[in-house]
């Protein structure tokens, strides 16, 4: 079971909105910046965000971050069909004193 | 062109050890922190820790002690994760991992190897 909770799948169709939620505890994402990772299949993961809402260069600006509190969300706007991939929220734990990982969630685009 | 590549697909036994190599070419290898993560076949990635590449010091996650050890070789680029005593759930991809671009956040990692499977089973 993952310290960071995020929902296991989530779909949408293509120019549509969808929103990946990531819920932790005050020990990671209340007291440390979260990143996002997007794996296609059998690929390595990309960073996608980091210090919560930066893109890093070449990620297009359909994607945007934002954290509140305990809990961190990634955004995709004008959804295409290469967006479908797994996404994963990451974050500092500082009671394990580790880089923690969410579950992940699988990205259908219909 | 800056990359990280990481050796082949391992088959082994229970109880036996491996080693999995990750070079890195188109920068230098101890400008930046090389970091360990393992993805289990349909979980998400698990940081095992890194390796400080400028002194050789490793720190290793909460359940990574033990059985792994990460080295450096800054003669040829190359860092190395071995796992010793194999289990089978030590069936994983590993990857190395490494953040480039300065002013991102130290677990922002912008380059990754490709993963090496290694597969445990009698």
């Known amino acids: ?70 809990s961190a969300s990634l955004a995709i706007s004008g959804l295409r069909s290469e967006d479908e991939a797994a996404y994963y929220c990451a974050t500092w734990d500082d009671n394990l004193s580790g880089l923690v990982f969410g579950g992940g969630t699988k990205l259908t685009v219909l | 062109q800056v990359q990280l590549v990481q050796s082949g697909s391992e088959l082994k036994k229970p109880g036996a050890s491996v080693t999995v190599s990750c070079e890195a070419s188109g920068y230098r290898i101890t400008d930046s922190a090389m970091n360990w993560v393992r993805q289990a076949p349909g979980q998400g990635p698990e940081w095992m820790g890194w390796i400080n590449t400028n002194t050789g010091n490793p720190t290793y996650a909460q359940g990574f ?12 680029s190359t860092a190395y994760l071995q796992i010793r005593g194999l289990k089978a759930d030590d069936t994983a991809v590993y990857y190395c991992a490494s ?5 991102t956040g130290i677990y922002a990692f912008d380059i990754w190897g490709q993963g090496t499977m290694v597969t445990v089973s009698s």
């Open chain 1, 1 to 70: 079971q993952s310290v960071l909770t995020q929902p296991p799948s989530a779909s949408g169709t293509p120019g549509q909105r969808v929103t990946i939620s990531c819920s932790g505890t005050t020990s990671n994402i209340g007291s440390n910046s979260v990143y996002w990772f997007q794996q296609l299949p059998e690929t390595a993961p990309k960073l996608l965000m980091h210090r919560n809402s930066q893109r890093p260069s070449g990620v297009p600006d359909r994607f945007s971050g934002s954290k509140s509190g305990t």
């Open chain 2, 65 to 76: 002690t033990g059985r792994f050890v990460f080295s450096l070789d800054t003669s040829v």
């Open chain 2, 99 to 103: 953040r480039l671009t300065a002013g």
